[in-house]
Nanobody, 117 residues
């Protein structure tokens, strides 16, 4: 019943910006933690940024200072503002959320981000 749906991916030139959104289906659901992961072809999925229910954030060193993660709890939506994009940022970006009370881990289907040089 609980689903995460990403949007906002696409093609952008190096130095440009994109904003990813992740909408949660359950209006009454509160995620303890949410985050963004990405995976390049032939490489392992890696964490990009995370945020707690109290809006504490952390970032991978490769994106710190360029990306901003945020959440709107009233709208059940997670965001990733990506600035100063580099070709190395190319990959499939996945939304993640964890909730207790038997819900557990929830993953989105992913959205493609391609950065050209």
């Amino acid at each position: 019943q609980v689903q995460l749906v990403e949007s906002g991916g696409g093609l952008v030139q190096a130095g440009g910006s994109l904003r990813l959104s992740c909408a949660a289906s359950g209006s009454a659901l509160s995620f303890n933690v949410m985050g963004w992961y990405r995976q390049a072809p032939g490489k392992q999925r890696e964490v990009v940024a995370g945020i707690t229910g109290g809006s504490r954030t952390n970032y991978a060193g490769s994106v710190r200072g360029r990306f901003i993660i945020s959440r709107d709890n009233a709208e059940n939506t997670l965001y990733l503002q990506m600035n100063s994009l580099k070709p190395e940022d190319t990959g499939v970006y996945y939304c993640y959320g964890y909730a207790d009370r038997g819900v557990g881990d929830i993953w989105g289907q992913g959205t493609q981000v391609t950065v050209t040089s």
